[in-house]
C-alpha cells in the first residue's frame, strides 16, 4: 500500500500541503511530517500505523471510500 501511495503521490504532483487540504476536506487529519517520513527517501525506516495513517491517505489518494475486510494488500517488513 505504501508503494502504491509513493507511486501516486508522485504521478499526481501533489505537494504535501494539498495532500493536507483534500485530507481536511474529507474530514481526516495528519501533520506535514508524517507525510514527509512517508514520501521521503527513508521511508523503510519508519513505522505507520495501518488505521490512523494510511488509511486516511489511501481514502484521498486513491479515491478509496471503502476498504473491504477481504481486501488483500502486500506487506512489506523493512
Not at 32 to 52: A, M, V
Amino acid at each position: 500500500m505504501i508503494l502504491k501511495l509513493r507511486e501516486v503521490q508522485k504521478e499526481k504532483k501533489l505537494s504535501y500541503d494539498k495532500i493536507l487540504v483534500l485530507m481536511e476536506q474529507d474530514g481526516f487529519y495528519s501533520s506535514k511530517s508524517t507525510l514527509s517520513r512517508l514520501f521521503g527517501d527513508n521511508w523503510e525506516k519508519h513505522k505507520f500505523g495501518y488505521e490512523d495513517t494510511l488509511i486516511p491517505i489511501a481514502n484521498v489518494l486513491l479515491d478509496v471510500d471503502n476498504i473491504e475486510d477481504d481486501d488483500e494488500y502486500e506487506v512489506l517488513d523493512y
